[in-house]
């Protein structure tokens, strides 16, 4: 069934067992990955993502987070308290992504090599300037691919690929939220703060404390 899929094709599957079994499908039946098929699983099993050819993309379930909050509900179960009737909802921190879903796979050579850029770049303060003087084009005729390909502004995507660097950075490191700053080319936290807040609706500690493990946030 996946050759008689229209290509470029995305598929995502249940868990990254599963994700594995169509990375080497597609290589039983001569089909390119992430070219002709893009391949995303569930659970970012890190010996299972990184055992695959080539690594798999995966969502982060967020099962530390999961944890804590089961511990919490025991805790006050062990104090003889009771804990509300409630449904507890544990959000996935995202995608975490590696070869199996990246640029290579869009039609367009120079939006893909932009995005090749951007992503690599995603720890550094760059514009849309740096990004057409890298494929030696100008801004317009890239403003006009990237909308075309897209559907969104190269700005747009400097600003997503950030943040999502940035709630990387959040949830997986124990890096202090000024550290992360320093390191990612704002001048202060507050400028950080503002940005984070702007792109997600949520303050980078409150995002921290919600999807991360608990730890220091300034």
């Known amino acids: 069934w996946l050759k008689a899929l229209p290509k470029p094709v995305g598929v995502m599957c249940c868990n990254d067992l599963r994700g594995q079994n169509v990375i080497d499908t597609c290589a039983i039946a001569g089909l390119r990955v992430p070219e002709q098929v893009a391949v995303i699983g569930v659970d970012n099993d890190e010996l299972i993502c990184s055992l695959t050819h080539p690594p798999l993309s995966s969502v982060n379930l967020?099962?530390?987070?999961?944890?804590?909050?089961?511990?919490?509900?025991?805790?006050?179960?062990?104090?003889?308290?009771?804990?509300?009737?409630?449904?507890?909802?544990?959000?996935?921190?995202?995608?975490?992504?590696?070869?199996?879903?990246?640029?290579?796979?869009?039609?367009?050579?120079?939006?893909?090599e932009a995005l090749h850029f951007i992503r690599a770049h995603a720890m550094q303060p760059i514009q849309v300037s740096d990004v057409a003087n890298e494929l030696c084009m100008s801004r317009r005729h890239l403003y006009r691919k990237f909308d075309k390909t897209l559907g969104r502004s190269i700005h747009d995507e400097?600003?997503?690929?950030?943040?999502?660097?940035?709630?990387?950075?959040?949830?997986?490191?124990?890096?202090?939220?000024?550290?992360?700053?320093?390191?990612?080319?704002?001048?202060?936290?507050?400028?950080?703060?503002?940005?984070?807040?702007?792109e997600a609706q949520i303050s980078p500690q409150a995002f921290r404390k919600q999807y991360g493990r608990p730890r220091d946030s300034v």
């Open 62 to 112: 967020n099962p530390e987070n999961a944890g804590y909050q089961a511990a919490e509900l025991l805790d006050c179960l062990m104090q003889g308290q009771r804990p509300a009737n409630q449904i507890i909802l544990n959000c996935p921190v995202g995608v975490v992504t590696r070869q199996s879903s990246n640029s290579e796979a869009i039609e367009d050579r120079d939006v893909a």
């Open 158 to 198: 400097i600003r997503r690929t950030r943040i999502d660097q940035l709630k990387r950075m959040l949830t997986e490191t124990d890096l202090s939220i000024s550290q992360i700053a320093t390191k990612m080319g704002f001048s202060n936290i507050t400028h950080v703060s503002r940005f984070f807040r702007q």
